[in-house]
């Protein structure tokens, strides 16, 4: 019972891998992507309903995060055309996200992946874009997404340089 957790992640890194093989936008990536984002509410929410959480649960947890991410942005970014100022911004995002990561193993010795509600809109978002794109055009889905995601990844810096220990689990620089 323990491993479930850790194993519908397992699932997310394997369809996120299979993601990166097939013709972006086509049945099987809608597929793989609603598997993806149904693993990652699933993971979360039976460890902490069953107290099956753990340390190692939650950073595979964030790599997973991280490998379906940078996936679909690998598959998608050439295709529909983004503008220059979105791609930088994108990785400005990124080097913010590094520095974090950074300092989170400089001043805790592990990577501090946190799991803020900034953290989780932006997850959010990232994952309803295919949704948000022919809805709200794309310049506005992408300004959304890019605001929303330079917050979270701002607060997850501060965090880790304000924090005297690393919890995981803290919901936003608000809390304590």
């Not at 597929?31 to 753990?54: E, N, P, Q, T, V």
């Not at 100022?85 to 995002?93: L, P, S, T």
């Not at 080097?95 to 990561?101: E, K, T, W």
């Not at 592990?110 to 309803?128: I, P, Y």
Request: net charge positive.
């Amino acid at each position: 019972m323990k491993n479930i957790p850790n194993t519908i992640t397992s699932c997310r890194i394997l369809a996120s891998i299979c993601l990166s093989l097939v013709k972006p936008f086509s049945p099987l990536f809608y597929f793989l992507y609603l598997i993806c984002g149904a693993s990652d509410i699933l993971d979360g929410h039976i460890a902490r309903k069953f107290k099956l959480s753990s340390k190692s649960g939650q950073v595979m947890d964030s790599i997973a995060d991280l490998l379906f991410i940078a996936i679909f942005l690998l598959k998608v970014i050439p295709i529909i055309d983004i503008p220059p100022r979105i791609i930088y911004w994108i990785a400005v995002i990124a080097a913010i996200r590094l520095i974090s990561l950074i300092v989170g193993y400089i001043r805790f010795n592990q990577f501090a992946f946190l799991h803020t509600w900034a953290n989780k809109a932006t997850g959010l978002f990232l994952f309803a874009f295919p949704i948000l794109f022919p809805l709200l055009g794309k310049k506005l889905a992408l300004t959304t997404i890019c605001c929303i995601a330079i917050i979270s990844a701002t607060e997850e810096l501060l965090i880790n340089l304000s924090s005297k220990t690393l919890d995981r689990n803290r919901i936003s620089i608000f809390s304590k």
